[in-house]
C-alpha cells in the first residue's frame, strides 16, 4: 500500500504539471519536492539524480530549504548503497559463472545444456521481469526496456506482490480503481494485453515470444489475472 500511494503521488504530481524536464526529480519520491521546488532545480542544472552527485550543500542551500536538502543527501546515500549492493552481487555472480564454466569444461558439457538441465545449485541468468519502484514509467523484460503508465504500473507491482496466484478482478478493481465507480474488468484485461505488446515490442512478435509472454500476464477467464512467475525470474526493488 504504501508503495502504490507513492505511485499515486507521482500522477498527481505529472497532473498538477511538473514539465517533461523534471519528471526525473519527481521520479525520486522526495517529500515535499514540490513542482516549484523542482522548476528551480531543473533551471539551475539540476534536470536528474546524478546532477545531485557533486552539488554541495551550499550550492542547494541556494535552491531548497533545509529539509529538502537533507532528503535529498539521504537519498543519494540509499542509491549508493543500492549500487554498491548490486556491483558485490554481480561480482559474485561473476566468481559462480567462472567456477561454471570450469566444471562444464571438466565434464564435457556445454552451457546451454548445463543450464537445461537446471543441475546447477547456482542460478547464473538474470532475472526475466525487473520492476523499480524508482521508475514506475518502465519495466525491464529479459534485459530489455518496455514502457508502463503509472496505472499500469500500480497493476503490475500489486500483481507482482501475489505472483503465481489468481488475483480477483474484484479485488484488483478494489485496489487500483476504487475511485473510478465505472471501471469494469475489461479495463483491467486491456491493461495485460498492453503488457503483452508493448514486451513484444522491444523483444520481437514471433510465436516463441507471444507464447511466453501469454503465458506470464496470464487472464484466467472468469476468475482474474495471474502474473505467472517465480522468484528466480522476478527481481523487485
Known sequence: MK???????????LVEGVQEEGINLALLYIPG?????IGKLVGAGYGEEKSFKDA???ELGKLLPKRLIQRIQKKMKEENNHQKMLKEKWIIQDEKLKDYKKVSEECGISISERQLTAASPVTLLEPVLEISQRRPDRIIF???EAKITAR????????AQRKQEVVSYDSILDEIWKDDEDAIYTRIISYIYKFRRNILDTIGHNESNKEKVKDIFKVISGRGIMLNINDKELQIS
Do not use: W
Open 3 to 13: 508503495d502504490l500511494n507513492k505511485i499515486r503521488m507521482l500522477s498527481s504530481r
Open 33 to 37: 519536492l514540490s513542482r516549484y521546488h
Open 56 to 58: 554541495s550543500e551550499v
Open 142 to 144: 529479459e534485459g530489455k
Open 152 to 159: 499500469g504500473f500500480s497493476l503490475l507491482y500489486f500483481l
